[in-house]
């Protein structure tokens, strides 16, 4: 096996520096920032988004709405920090529009290892302080940050004044780090909020929300309330937005899924917020690039292995996840849905499988290659089989593929499960 080089040697080398992946505090952060001289003080103006489900899809509709030329301008330049990558770490940095350079990344991740000077600090921790010492350092309109976990002790939430919040729906995930119950994990996600700083929240289950208000009305905190404040919905193959400013008549998101109507009302919502015109919620919806969240497959040796299938990729992998893929396929022309799935032993298998079972014709199972908490294949294919699904297990995804057109040379087939297959996926198909 060939040796990591360049910036994929030194992020080795930065995954050494503490012996637990994940380890929520904010306390090394503020060391290494202050080693920095408070990267994170010098940011344009930040745009900060938690939740469980939707960020990702949100950041990326936001992103596309503000870098669209608008009011005579040429659109602003947004930094954005996303997780986790997919095919390539320079995915999670994006500066005034363009991904991190190789030379820019090498050179980031060694000052900020030096200033480390060797203290345990954990791999995210580190590629944060980076990110926020690439941000202060070129010029931009705008920083839009993603939550990697939770909210409140996230290596993100050492921002004092963003310009706005969003809490994208909360649901159950990461337990062992967030809580047990659904109040809980709200009150992580609620733990980005700021003092006088507006929060967009997008569509939560009762009891979050409660969880929700009543740390903004502790903080003064104004809320803009999916349900209260502003309202999104479909009608006439059109999407239609309502907030105490008006009605907006849009295209449907580009994004596809019904589940993309919720995540673009919370980005139409922060973009009028910020004062933003039609043309740039016209922008956000219509020009958003997200990869792996129900991305179709259109050239590459997977799709050249099986031409006639329609070839689909998600990255979902806990039960919301499965409901939106379920609801996504639902209302697709009718076709059998072969499934090839992989996914991590730390998540909810039974909860993601069973609201796809009615829409999965049969499932390939597979371990996801190079990841050391990968569910073994044999055990994705029994939760399927308990969710109702026909399933088999596979060597891989190419292996699956192909048994799948020995089957239905004309088939519809989804790669999903894990966002750690999805890169794989894509950075093997090219």
């Known amino acids: 096996m060939s040796q990591p080089y360049g910036s994929d040697a030194i992020l080795e080398r930065l995954m ?51 870098e669209a030329p608008s009011q005579g301008s040429a659109g602003d330049r947004v930094h954005a920090y996303t997780s986790p990558h997919l095919a390539r770490f320079h995915e999670r940095i994006r500066l005034a529009g363009e991904l991190i350079s190789e030379p820019a990344l090498m050179a980031l991740l060694d000052e900020c290892a030096v200033a480390n000077a060797g203290e345990g600090i954990t791999f995210f921790e580190i590629t944060t302080c980076a990110a926020f010492l690439a941000f202060a350092r070129t010029p931009a309109d705008w920083t839009l940050l993603e939550v990697g976990l939770g909210g409140r002790l996230d290596a993100t939430n050492v921002v004092d004044r963003p310009a706005l919040t969003i809490i994208t729906p909360v649901s159950i995930d990461h337990q062992q780090y967030l809580g047990e119950t659904l109040p809980e994990i709200a009150g992580e996600k609620a733990g980005i909020l700021k003092r006088g700083v507006p929060c967009v929240v997008g569509p ?22 999916h349900g209260q404040h502003w309202h999104v919905w479909e009608e006439r193959g059109r999407l239609v937005f309502q907030d105490e400013n008006g009605l907006m008549d849009l295209p449907l998101p580009n994004l596809p899924g019904p589940h993309q109507i919720q995540n673009a009302g919370a980005a139409l919502a922060a973009l009028r917020a910020l004062g933003r015109d039609e043309a740039a919620c016209e922008a956000a919806v219509t020009r958003a690039v997200w990869p792996a969240r129900m991305q179709r497959l259109r050239r590459g040796p997977l799709v050249e292995l099986a031409p006639q299938v329609e070839l689909w990729l998600d990255g979902g992998h806990n039960p919301a996840g499965g409901e939106a893929i379920a609801a996504t396929v639902a209302r697709m022309p009718a076709r059998p849905t072969h499934l090839i799935c992989g996914m991590l032993n730390t998540k909810d298998v039974r909860g993601y499988m069973r609201p796809l079972a009615p829409q999965a014709t049969r499932l390939h199972a597979v371990s996801i290659p190079g990841e050391k908490n990968t569910l073994p294949a044999e055990d994705t294919r029994d939760a399927a089989r308990d969710a109702g699904i026909p399933a088999e297990a596979a060597a891989s995804v190419a292996e699956a593929l192909r048994a799948i057109v020995a089957q239905d040379a004309e088939a519809r087939v989804l790669i999903c499960g894990s966002l750690y297959l999805a890169g794989q996926v894509l950075r093997e198909n090219g």
């Open 16 to 66: 050494t520096l503490h012996p637990k992946v994940i380890d929520l505090t904010l306390d090394r952060v503020h060391r290494l920032l202050a080693a920095l001289d408070h990267p994170e003080r010098r940011l344009p103006p930040v745009i900060h988004i938690a939740g469980t489900n939707g960020k990702g899809s949100t950041l990326a509709m936001i992103r596309a709405g503000l």
């Open 204 to 225: 939560q289950a009762p009891e979050g929300l409660g969880v929700i208000e009543a740390r903004a009305a502790r903080l003064g905190a104004p809320l803009l309330v």
